[in-house]
């Protein structure tokens, strides 16, 4: 049984950094690829972010590009996700996803989901 556990979210104000953690235990971590996935209110569930698997190869949201950055570390079965220069368009529950791949896919269909944490940006 593989379960994912988010951390990190909070409020902070537009500009402000958070780093948003995610504990993946079960299973085989270093096999899965890895990604964030967020959620506004009345919105769909959206890409932010993936990393794969072995080679670690990312790919980022147009959106995110240049302020997010996803990272991974194998030894602590934990995927990080380090935000930047945050806006208030950024607020949304955030979600860590896993799946048995090497491929990062931009869907949802992801394996694994955690819980979800919130994140909000004031102006």
């Known amino acids: 049984q593989v379960q994912m556990v988010e951390s990190g979210g909070g409020l902070v104000q537009a500009g402000d950094p958070l780093t948003l953690s995610c504990a993946v235990s079960?299973?085989?971590?270093?096999?899965?690829?890895l990604a964030w996935f967020r959620q506004a209110p009345g919105r769909d569930r959206e890409f932010v972010a993936g990393?794969?698997?072995?080679?670690?190869?990312?790919n980022y949201a147009d959106s995110v590009k240049g302020r997010f950055t996803v990272s991974r570390d194998d030894d602590k079965a934990t995927v990080y996700l380090q935000m930047n220069k945050l806006r208030p368009e950024d607020t949304a529950v955030y979600y860590c996803?896993?799946?048995?791949?090497?491929?990062?896919?931009?869907?949802?269909?992801?394996?694994?989901w955690g819980q979800g944490t919130q994140v909000t940006v004031s102006e």
């Open positions: 990393i794969s698997s072995s080679a670690g190869i990312t």
């Open positions: 996803a896993a799946r048995h791949t090497i491929v990062i896919l931009t869907s949802t269909r992801y394996t694994y």
């Open positions: 079960g299973g085989t971590f270093s096999d899965y690829t």
